[in-house]
């Protein structure tokens, strides 16, 4: 029996994260779990306290302390797992008194070029230079790293002089099984739906698809959104407050719909695209972050360029107008979401990779 620490911030795509991996990791028998969910909100009199209130890096960093201090009174965890590695930078005494493994969507300095669609400031020279500074420390301590993507290790690799063989690409996915459409794509005759689901309506790209609909709505189609934002009443367009992550609402609504639409200016790897792949749903989506990866131009979906109002009408007429293209994107974007995106084998992925550092840990203290 192995025990696995988790330390998982709690913001944006990384709850969804969480959810997924604590379904998926309490099958297997050879491990334990014990988990440290670091909130992202600042609630009471610490909303007031300078630096803490305003630094995510420290406030994620004391809260995995605290969480940590909390989880070895009752139990030593054989091996730690970090994701992101923002938690981690002011735990590097941790790093260095327990083998760990450290998990990112992104770098740091990924995330700072994308910074301005999160509403993310970077700070001064010397703020920045001691960030990666730290980032640097915790990957040289980490025993691995592991990656939702190629585009992710990339970055450590040329921007943080991570080597190679140290990292792993092991993507979130979805449970495929669970989002798959119980009835077949129509080709045709019946009213199309467009998908959005993102809950920043402006950095999604939510606003540049209302106007590519309004310029094709003469083609009898209806938008569905997903949002938390408020969207003025319009002819053809649906919005939903209040869907749950993997909940069978959310789910029924991918089944009913045929084109999935995220033309997001700012993002690492959305999770809903691997969901819309699973649905069998054809996608338009944007060459940001490490999305080409999971929607393939022409293969499983079509990208335009951020912000390129004309260019998604134009993918997503050709969806409407074409159904033989429409359903063939849908049927590779499933094969493909099962072949790289499966969430169950994934975490088994991770699960055996944690596992045998656990392993090679227990071997050395043994030998010493």
């Given at each position: 029996?192995?025990?696995?620490?988790?330390?998982?911030?709690?913001?944006?795509?990384?709850?969804?994260?969480?959810?997924?991996?604590?379904?998926?990791?309490?099958?297997?028998?050879?491990?334990?779990?014990?988990?440290?969910?670091?909130?992202?909100?600042?609630?009471?009199?610490?909303?007031?306290?300078?630096?803490?209130?305003?630094?995510?890096?420290?406030?994620?960093?004391?809260?995995?302390?605290?969480?940590?201090?909390?989880?070895?009174?009752?139990?030593?965890?054989?091996?730690?797992?970090?994701?992101?590695?923002?938690?981690?930078?002011?735990?590097?005494?941790?790093?260095?008194?327990?083998?760990?493994?450290?998990?990112?969507?992104?770098?740091?300095?990924?995330?700072?070029?994308?910074?301005?669609?999160?509403?993310?400031?970077?700070?001064?020279?010397?703020?920045?230079?001691?960030?990666?500074?730290?980032?640097?420390?915790?990957?040289?301590?980490?025993?691995?790293?592991?990656?939702?993507?190629?585009?992710?290790?990339?970055?450590?690799?040329?921007?943080?002089?991570?080597?190679?063989?140290?990292?792993?690409?092991?993507?979130?996915?979805?449970?495929?099984?669970?989002?798959?459409?119980?009835?077949?794509?129509?080709?045709?005759?019946?009213?199309?739906?467009?998908?959005?689901?993102?809950?920043?309506?402006?950095r999604k790209g939510g606003l540049l698809?209302?106007?590519?609909?309004?310029?094709?709505?003469?083609?009898?189609?209806?938008?569905?959104?997903?949002?938390?934002?408020?969207?003025?009443?319009?002819?053809?367009?649906?919005?939903?407050?209040?869907?749950?992550?993997?909940?069978?609402?959310?789910?029924?609504?991918?089944?009913?719909?045929?084109?999935?639409?995220?033309?997001?200016?700012?993002?690492?790897?959305?999770?809903?695209?691997?969901?819309?792949?699973?649905?069998?749903?054809?996608?338009?989506?944007?060459?940001?972050?490490?999305?080409?990866?999971?929607?393939?131009?022409?293969?499983?979906?079509?990208?335009?360029?951020?912000?390129?109002?004309?260019?998604?009408?134009?993918?997503?007429?050709?969806?409407v107008l074409n159904p033989a293209l429409?359903?063939?994107?849908?049927?590779?974007?499933?094969?493909?979401?099962?072949?790289?995106?499966d969430l169950q084998v994934n975490s088994?992925?991770?699960?055996?990779?944690?596992?045998?550092?656990?392993?090679?840990?227990?071997?050395?203290?043994?030998?010493?």
């Amino acid at each position: 029996m192995y025990t696995i620490g988790f330390v998982i911030e709690q913001v944006l795509g990384h709850i969804t994260h969480t959810q997924n991996l604590r379904a998926n990791v309490c099958d297997d028998p050879d491990v334990r779990t014990e988990w440290v969910l670091v909130p992202y909100e600042v609630t009471g009199l610490a909303r007031h306290l300078p630096v803490y209130a305003t630094n995510w890096t420290v406030r994620a960093g004391l809260g995995a302390r605290r969480g940590l201090a909390q989880m070895v009174r009752e139990v030593r965890p054989d091996v730690l797992f970090f994701h992101t590695q923002v938690p981690a930078m002011l735990a590097v005494d941790w790093l260095r008194r327990f083998p760990s493994i450290i998990s990112l969507d992104a770098t740091s300095l990924q995330y700072d070029r994308l910074g301005e669609f999160y509403d993310h400031q970077t700070g001064s020279l010397t703020s920045e230079l001691l960030k990666w500074r730290l980032s640097r420390v915790c990957f040289d301590l980490a025993r691995h790293i592991v990656v939702w993507s190629d585009w992710a290790k990339q970055g450590l690799i040329d921007e943080y002089v991570v080597p190679a063989e140290k990292i792993t690409v092991i993507p979130p996915g979805v449970n495929v099984r669970e989002w798959l459409r119980p009835t077949p794509l129509k080709p045709d005759g019946h009213q199309l739906k467009i998908l959005f689901v993102g809950g920043n309506l402006e950095r999604k790209g939510g606003l540049l698809l209302l106007e590519a609909f309004r310029s094709l709505r003469h083609h009898g189609i209806e938008l569905h959104l997903v949002t938390r934002d408020p969207v003025a009443p319009e002819p053809g367009v649906f919005v939903y407050h209040d869907m749950q992550p993997n909940s069978d609402r959310l789910k029924a609504l991918y089944h009913c719909c045929d084109i999935f639409a995220l033309p997001t200016y700012g993002d690492c790897l959305p999770m809903v695209l691997s969901e819309a792949g699973a649905a069998g749903m054809a996608t338009v989506s944007t060459r940001v972050g490490a999305i080409p990866e999971v929607v393939r131009h022409d293969e499983t979906g079509l990208l335009v360029e951020p912000g390129d109002g004309a260019g998604l009408t134009l993918a997503l007429q050709q969806l409407v107008l074409n159904p033989a293209l429409r359903l063939r994107l849908a049927h590779a974007a499933v094969a493909h979401i099962r072949q790289a995106y499966d969430l169950q084998v994934n975490s088994r992925r991770l699960l055996e990779l944690l596992k045998h550092e656990a392993a090679a840990a227990r071997r050395q203290v043994r030998v010493a």
